[in-house]
């Protein structure tokens, strides 16, 4: 490139890769879904956007919790899971491999794996960033899940 500027008038930055089996845990963590990031500020030069992996267990879930003022887009490369929300979390939506999942700001959600034999993987992606928001003491109602093969 010729210019050393872009548009805006910003510094280009440099285009990298993030080799697969050298992501970072993200510090953003909530139990039973791990987090790889991909494309973060841990491991590049992006502003305002978070691009990972997380990895939910064998008939796994995670534990309550929420993405702050962040908007969650996903998609489901591997497995079959759910996702819990609403009072006391009683409302479930179910994916499958190759289905797209978005999770608006702020919704408290529990996620995972009704497979009985497959890793659930998803890849995950926020602005502006990886937030994670742990909650406690929560009031989850014990409810029966569809699991699959």
Do not use: C
Not at 39 to 66: I, Y
């Amino acid at each position: 490139m010729s210019e050393s500027v872009d548009p805006l008038g910003r510094p280009f930055k440099r285009i990298s890769v993030q080799r697969k089996d050298e992501l970072p845990l993200a510090p953003g963590q909530t139990s039973k879904a791990l987090r790889y990031s991909g494309v973060s500020v841990e491991n590049t030069d992006v502003v305002d956007l978070w691009f990972g992996r997380v990895h939910t267990g064998v008939g796994e879930h995670s534990g309550a919790h929420h993405h702050g003022k962040a908007e969650t887009g996903g998609f489901v490369l591997q497995g079959h899971g759910y996702i819990r929300f609403g009072e006391r979390y009683e409302e479930v939506i179910y994916f499958n491999e190759g289905d797209f999942v978005y999770v608006p700001p702020f919704v408290p959600h529990i996620e995972g794996n009704v497979s009985r034999s497959k890793e659930l993987i998803w890849l995950t992606t926020r602005n502006p960033d990886n937030i994670v928001v742990n909650l406690e003491g929560e009031d989850i109602a014990d409810i029966e899940l569809k699991y699959v093969d």
